[in-house]
């Protein structure tokens, strides 16, 4: 019998190399005591691994449909925000323009904002006015004009052809497979799912959102 201490060489024929160890990824989903967010049983939560600590401005957050995107101030590209993120630091809702500094991961639909550890509000844009249509005297008021940008609708993931993509302009269009309006690409979309560029005819998988201009790819996947 060897007499040689308990030590390195046996935890690596436990199962274990020190070189080679690291400790479980934190669970995204915290135990009642704690006052970090919980994250709903949805494609929304974090798939675990590694996350990377960031300052973001909140681009648009929208609390009806439950979700929104910040854009970290490194330029890494946007991530999505989640409501039970929102929820899980105490807000009911955010504002455009809010600095967060937050934990950014990857999730089913890309890099998203895993958990918000402080908020800034004193960057946030101004709220815009509400419609007076139904206040007394208000019908002949107009209302103001939606976000060209935001959202109209819920997230669809559709595969399509690539029409055409200029890296200069920054921009391109897949042609969509039900015969609709061709679906815009922009370049930070492709940088937020790690692709330099796309090519005519190619193939693509994508998260697909209605607004005002169009239709919208907020993820791509080259298939």
Known sequence: MSNKPYGRGERSRRGFSDDNYYPAPRSPYPSSSSAAPRFPASSSAPMGG???????SVKWFNPTK?????TPVDGSGDAFLHVSVVEGAGLTEIAEGTTIRCEIGTGQKGRQVARILSVDQTTAAAPRPRSPMGAPGGMGARPPRPDRDAPMGDPTEMEGTVKWYSVEKGFGFVAAPDGGKDIF????TLKRSQIATLEPEQAVRMTVVPTQKGREATSVEIV
């Not at 590694?50 to 973001?56: E, F, I, K, M, S």
Request: aromatic share 12%; charged share 5%; hydrophobic share 45%.
């Open 185 to 188: 690409v922009h370049s930070n």
């Open 50 to 56: 590694p996350t990377v600590t960031v300052d973001a």
């Open 66 to 70: 439950g979700f929104g995107f910040v």
